[in-house]
């Protein structure tokens, strides 16, 4: 009977899962500051479009209140005979245009604002909705 003791020299396999460990340590913390650089990136991005948008609302909306005054000195020149109802119509189709532009520019702003929320991660806050905690939390 006996007591058989056994102990690694060199503890090969311990240093090497320690090394292994720390590798994957460092590759995730790259790994997360590669993804906040990223998100730095879209939001950065995002602002600057929705700037963009924010100045194309009012010129759309110009263009708006500039088509429906061409189109009111339209008819009443069809009124006093020196127009067709054609022209009327054209400008009228110019003005239809003119708001789908304006509807479009305040639609593509808001839709960036939507993406700027989303990727800040505040959605839910903006519209204050509680998120109830999970269990373990």
Request: hydrophobic share 40%.
């Amino acid at each position: 009977f006996g007591i058989q003791l056994s102990m690694p020299l060199f503890l090969r396999a311990e240093r090497n899962r320690k090394k292994r460990d720390i590798a994957t340590k460092e590759q995730a913390i790259l790994d997360l500051k590669r993804q906040e650089e990223t998100v730095v990136q879209e939001v950065d991005f995002t602002v600057r479009q929705i700037r963009t948008l924010w100045t194309q609302i009012p010129y759309t909306r110009e263009v708006v209140i500039a088509q429906q005054a061409a189109l009111e000195a339209e008819k009443k020149k069809l009124d006093a005979g020196k127009s067709t109802s054609f022209n009327v119509l054209t400008i009228a189709s110019l003005v239809a245009s003119a708001q789908y532009d304006e509807i479009k520019a305040i639609l593509d702003y808001n839709r960036a604002l939507a993406e700027l929320a989303f990727r800040k991660g505040t959605t839910l806050q903006r519209w204050n909705v509680d998120r109830p905690n999970r269990v373990g939390q």
